[in-house]
């Protein structure tokens, strides 16, 4: 592993914790003054913290989430480094769990990063359709075609549902 890419690790990490913070924060307070008004010890206070503030499904979305921002991330600077003619795909499953936006980047095909950041903005390349996005920008020459994750037709018809 690189530098740079322990250092992009590190900062996709701090995003998604950045992120959550505000609802961190919220749920501090919300116990803080829940537990004052009951009259709760201060231990209570922090135990209740503790249980309400991150749960395990949570904890895990922040988990995956930033180990598939750290690896869009990845992708992101290979593609700086790349051509302009470059052309990438949108892949991943196409499923019913599959968000809207990932669908229509799904359908748009094999389109240059240019592209890419004129249709859908710069952020989707390390960050995809948001949290736990089980899909990334790969170059259309590292693709093994599966049609479950390759599949722009099928991601247009479940758009239009």
């Not at 749920?27 to 913290?49: D, M, W």
């Not at 859908?120 to 359709?129: A, I, K, P, Q």
């Not at 948001?130 to 899909?135: A, F, L, Q, T, V």
Request: one cysteine or more; glycine letters at 6%.
């Amino acid at each position: 592993m690189t530098e740079q890419q322990i250092q992009l690790l590190i900062e996709m990490d701090l995003e998604v914790w950045e992120s959550y913070l505000p609802h961190l924060s919220a749920q501090i307070q919300q116990q803080v003054a829940l537990g004052s008004f009951v009259g709760l010890t201060e231990a209570q206070i922090i135990k209740n913290i503790t249980s309400a503030v991150l749960s395990e499904a949570q904890l895990e979305t922040l988990l995956t989430t930033s180990l598939n921002n750290y690896s869009r991330s990845i992708n992101y600077m290979m593609m700086e480094e790349a051509p302009n003619t470059t052309l990438y795909q949108y892949v991943g499953p196409i499923d019913t769990k599959t968000r809207d936006i990932c669908l229509q980047m799904g359908s748009a095909g094999q389109i240059t990063e240019n592209e890419i950041i004129q249709n859908f903005g710069r952020e989707v390349l390390m960050y995809g359709g948001g949290y736990n996005c089980r899909h990334a920008w790969e170059e259309v020459a590292d693709i093994p075609v599966m049609k479950e994750l390759y599949d722009p037709k099928k991601a247009q018809e479940l758009l239009s549902k």
